[in-house]
């Protein structure tokens, strides 16, 4: 699909949109693939390699970096943050600036359905299981089970038998 027209939305021309993808104003998206029927708010930015799958709700103000794939009907929440680099340096050891190369992307995955809540942030490498929930504010260090709701810095468990409050 062609990048609409809307002169806020900076959409480089590797980006591949699905059918009924629907785009707010002031995204900055290169390089990633978003699925069918998926809503991208307003002030996110998704960078090259990043999968989003169909059925996806990305909230304002979150950062989709590297590394990261969202499986289908995934809802992430405002001002999420995900990360790729877990020991991050501008400059090697003799001061000079590390360029492209000079780090090691580390991949993170939400399964389908599964919830992150606003403010959170998500280390790189980290799998968050189908349907789990992520309390808004978490910070989310280690892999999150199916359907486990999850809160905090470090993100916990909530509910340990799994199952969703009534
Ligand atoms: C995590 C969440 C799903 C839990 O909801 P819940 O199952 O109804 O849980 P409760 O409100 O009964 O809280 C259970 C306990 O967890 C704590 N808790 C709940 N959410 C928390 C959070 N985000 N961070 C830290 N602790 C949290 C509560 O304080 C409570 O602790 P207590 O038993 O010591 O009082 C919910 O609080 C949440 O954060 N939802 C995400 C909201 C959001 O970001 N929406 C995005 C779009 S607006």
Redesign the pocket.
């Known amino acids: 699909m062609n990048a609409p027209a809307d002169p806020t939305l900076r959409i480089a021309p590797d980006v591949r949109l699905g059918s009924g993808v629907r785009l707010h104003g002031f995204v900055n998206l290169y390089g990633c693939e978003i699925g069918e029927d998926t809503g991208i708010g307003t002030f996110v930015e998704i960078q090259k390699g990043v999968k989003v799958g169909a059925r996806c709700k990305v909230?304002s103000h979150s950062f989709l970096c590297e590394g990261v794939t969202l499986e289908d009907e995934v809802?992430i929440?405002?001002g999420v943050m995900f990360t790729n680099d877990l020991r991050p340096r501008a400059c090697d050891d003799e001061g000079r600036p590390l360029g492209d190369g000079g780090w090691r992307c580390v991949p993170t995955l939400v399964r389908r359905g599964a919830?992150?809540?606003?403010?959170?942030t998500i280390l790189g490498g980290v799998v968050i299981g189908e349907l789990a929930?992520?309390?808004?504010?978490?910070v989310v260090t280690r892999d999150v089970p199916p359907r486990a709701?999850?809160?905090?810095n470090p993100a916990r468990i909530?509910?340990p038998c799994g199952k969703?409050?009534s």
């Open positions: 909230s809802f929440g405002h919830s992150i809540g606003s403010g959170s929930m992520v309390g808004a504010g978490s709701t999850v809160a905090g909530l509910n969703e409050a």
